[in-house]
């Protein structure tokens, strides 16, 4: 099992940026895909990005390609998601979310359902 906490949401203006970060409980190096999603109101859950540590494999929505980056430092158990060129479309509650045991990400890194654990979000607002 392993706890997700999100922090770092908040209000900026369009073009701005924001840093998130997800502490979990425990490692997230090895046979672990990370993935953020984020969720609009009155829209489903899209997967944004997500990052198999232990090969340094990434993987981003096109609608975030060249502006969101994701890493995350194994001695602190810490996933990141720098969101730069943001935009109002960005709006949206954050999650992260883990998939233990995972072989890969590439398969499907994008389903919210392949990831059983999640954080409780954080809201990200970006104003026009």
């Known amino acids: 099992q392993v706890q997700l906490v999100e922090s770092g949401g908040g209000s900026v203006q369009a073009g701005g940026s924001l840093r998130l970060s997800c502490a979990a409980s425990r490692y997230i190096y090895s046979g672990v895909c990370m993935g953020w999603f984020r969720q609009a109101p009155g829209k489903e859950r899209e997967g944004v990005a997500a990052?198999?540590?232990?090969?340094?494999?990434?993987y981003y929505a096109d609608s975030v390609k060249g502006r969101f980056t994701i890493s995350q430092d194994n001695a602190k158990n810490t996933l990141y998601l720098q969101m730069n060129s943001l935009k109002p479309e960005d709006t949206a509650m954050y999650y992260c979310?883990?998939?233990?045991?995972?072989?890969?990400?590439?398969?499907?890194?994008?389903?919210?359902?392949?990831?059983?654990?999640r954080g409780q979000g954080t809201q990200v607002t970006v104003s026009s």
């Open positions: 990052i198999y540590p232990g090969a340094g494999s990434t």
């Open positions: 979310a883990a998939d233990l045991g995972a072989l890969s990400c590439a398969r499907n890194w994008y389903v919210a359902s392949r990831f059983v654990y």
